[in-house]
């Protein structure tokens, strides 16, 4: 299976157009901690109601820490139909790294 990647250049301009929906994969207390502004946490207990709730042909952006599980996720999400999901090269880190914005807490 091809995965596809975005680097976060393109990323941002996603998130800025508003044109993506960002899932965060990496685990609650990192998410709390600082997440992309209006990313959704994504994990055993959220992901059936993302996959119900959500378009799959929308675009999703899925990131972790460094840009090596979203791989996995972003196929998963491929698998149950999501035609435009990509993994966000570098992760969370190249995203803080950056000076990209970020958001504390559960709140998006």
Same mark, same amino acid.
């Given at each position: 299976?091809?995965? $596809?990647?975005?680097?976060?250049? +393109? =990323?941002? #301009?996603? /998130?800025?157009?508003?044109? *993506? ?7 609650? *207390?990192? &998410?709390?901690? *600082?997440?992309? $502004?209006?990313? /959704?946490?994504?994990?055993? #207990?959220?992901?059936? #109601? %993302? ?6 042909? #929308?675009?999703?952006?899925? &990131?972790? &820490? ?6 996995? *996720?972003?196929?998963? /999400? ?6 435009a999901a990509s993994?966000?090269?570098?992760? %969370?880190? =190249?995203?803080?790294? =950056?000076?990209?914005?970020? +958001? ?5």
């Amino acid at each position: 299976m091809n995965i $596809p990647e975005i680097d976060i250049t +393109r =990323a941002h #301009s996603l /998130l800025t157009e508003g044109s *993506a929906t960002f899932v965060d994969v990496r685990d609650s *207390a990192s &998410y709390q901690e *600082a997440h992309i $502004p209006g990313a /959704l946490h994504l994990d055993n #207990s959220t992901v059936q #109601s %993302f996959l119900d709730d959500t378009d799959k042909d #929308s675009t999703v952006v899925v &990131y972790c &820490y460094h840009g090596n599980a979203s791989m996995g *996720a972003t196929g998963f /999400l491929q698998e149950q139909g999501f035609t435009a999901a990509s993994s966000m090269s570098g992760g %969370f880190v =190249a995203w803080s790294d =950056a000076g990209l914005e970020s +958001r504390a807490g559960t709140s998006t």
